[in-house]
């Protein structure tokens, strides 16, 4: 008689170490998100081609450039329900092959109309791809080391917006602008069939909408390399959700207060981060200092927040994790204080900015590795997605209140020390967020 074991898959991954696998599925993850990145950075070096062929100025351009954020929003507000309903791996694929087709077909648009909304549709793709990402890997890495690898995997995003820079620097000059966005399409649908045959579906996902334990039993095999009992209930210990669909779910009496908090802390600590990165060279112009000079010393505000993600979440792996993340943002804001007061000229100005980085983009990497862990299986790519959509209005904001607080004849220091309000909002809403509740079977 063969006797039937129970297995916990979470446990179960959170008591091994990292397999070959793994490792794997982490680079196929970095992989799409350098790609997400490169499309979503792709037409902030294209302007200047595009606004000199079709001889229309910066601002009429706006739509242009404006567009992709919102489909962004929108794409990651749409994507959640589905993915928890329908599976990570199926969205992962789709919105994959979404923004790589649309993005191709960018290369094709004859007016400002067509492009803006081509690069909205593109942006729907960009939009859904990065929670998804998040949430299939966060429930494949094991716990003690998940918010550093996702950290890990966040870095991928610097990255294809910085390679992206490289790439239009070398196509453009003989090929031309649509070339460019038709090579950066062509990248991630070139890669979709190695996606497709080497990305599982999530276990935890099987396990809660009740697949066959033949195929939980398999694909548990095949990513983490070792064996599981043949005969084998598959369960998840996490908290029970109330009934209904997943985006109510979250805000349901159990989760109501870390859905808020998370929308509250992503929405402002974007807010920061986009006015900083997109006004910082027009200020640090502004005050003094040559556009070259001004492009450099932003640059360090990226440069800080790559490293300060890979920090953050390596300390959230030994530490409360919404403290660490708190604390981040509370070093932003007094590093953001610094800036404010200080001088363009001064020999200290280049550090605050690159460690005024380093805290703000450290956190906020933080808060996507932080955010999978505040929701059981059944609604987690909701939970992670709808904070990324919310948090996408903060970006929009961030960049028009920029122009807004320019406009009415505001200068640098006051400009700048205005945004250590949301950055301290950022870490009050997150630290004072109720702590994830221990799971208990569902």
Not at 166 to 182: Q, S
Not at 199 to 223: M, Y
Request: glycine share 10%.
């Amino acid at each position: 008689m063969n006797t039937v074991h129970s297995l916990d898959v979470r446990a179960y991954i959170d008591s091994r170490g990292m397999s070959g696998y793994q490792w794997l599925l982490l680079g196929l993850c970095f992989l799409i998100v350098t790609t997400d990145g490169m499309d979503v950075a792709i037409m902030g070096f294209l302007a200047p081609a595009i606004t000199k062929e079709w001889g229309i100025s910066k601002a009429a351009f706006g739509a242009v450039m404006s567009a992709a954020p919102i489909g962004l929003a929108i794409g990651a507000l749409l994507v959640g329900p589905l993915s928890d309903r329908y599976g990570r791996k199926k969205l992962l694929m789709a919105s994959v092959f979404w923004f790589g087709l649309c993005s191709v077909l960018c290369g094709t648009a004859s007016d400002v109309i067509s492009l803006s909304l081509l690069r909205f549709l593109t942006g729907l793709g960009l939009g859904a791809a990065m929670p998804t990402t998040t949430t299939l890997l966060s429930e494949y890495v094991p716990e003690k080391s998940r918010s550093t690898l996702i950290a890990v995997m966040f870095t991928g995003f610097n990255l294809g917006s910085a390679l992206v820079g490289f790439g239009a620097a070398a196509i453009l000059p003989d090929y031309g602008w649509r070339t460019v966005l038709m090579v950066g399409g062509a990248i991630p649908l070139a890669c979709l069939p190695f996606y497709l045959w080497l990305i599982p579906e999530s276990t935890q996902f099987l396990v809660a909408r009740q697949h066959s334990p033949e195929r939980i039993g398999r694909t548990l095999r095949r990513v983490c390399g070792a064996a599981v009992p043949q005969a084998a209930a598959y369960t998840i210990s996490e908290r029970k959700v109330p009934t209904g669909t997943p985006a109510k779910a979250l805000l349901s009496p159990d989760f109501r207060r870390i859905t808020v908090s998370l929308w509250a802390t992503y929405f402002m600590g974007l807010l920061v981060i986009y006015l900083l990165s997109g006004w910082l060279p027009t200020l640090i112009k502004d005050a003094g200092l040559p556009i070259e000079k001004a492009a450099n010393i932003t640059a360090l505000f990226q440069l800080g927040g790559t490293v300060g993600a890979l920090v953050v979440g390596y300390l959230m792996d030994r530490w409360a994790p919404n403290r660490v993340i708190a604390t981040a943002y509370i070093g932003g804001a007094a590093f953001i204080l610094l800036l404010a007061s200080g001088s363009v000229q001064s020999a200290t100005f280049a550090l605050f900015v690159l460690l005024a980085g380093f805290c703000m983009s450290g956190a906020q990497t933080g808060l996507n590795a932080f955010a999978p862990q505040c929701y059981p299986t059944i609604v987690r790519a909701t939970g992670v997605s709808w904070m990324l959509g919310i948090g996408r209005f903060g970006s929009i904001t961030g960049s028009f209140l920029g122009g807004v607080l320019l406009s009415l004849g505001w200068g640098f220091s006051a400009v700048i020390a205005i945004l250590a309000i949301p950055a301290t909002i950022a870490a009050l809403s997150i630290v004072l967020s109720r702590s994830t509740p221990r799971p208990v079977l569902a």
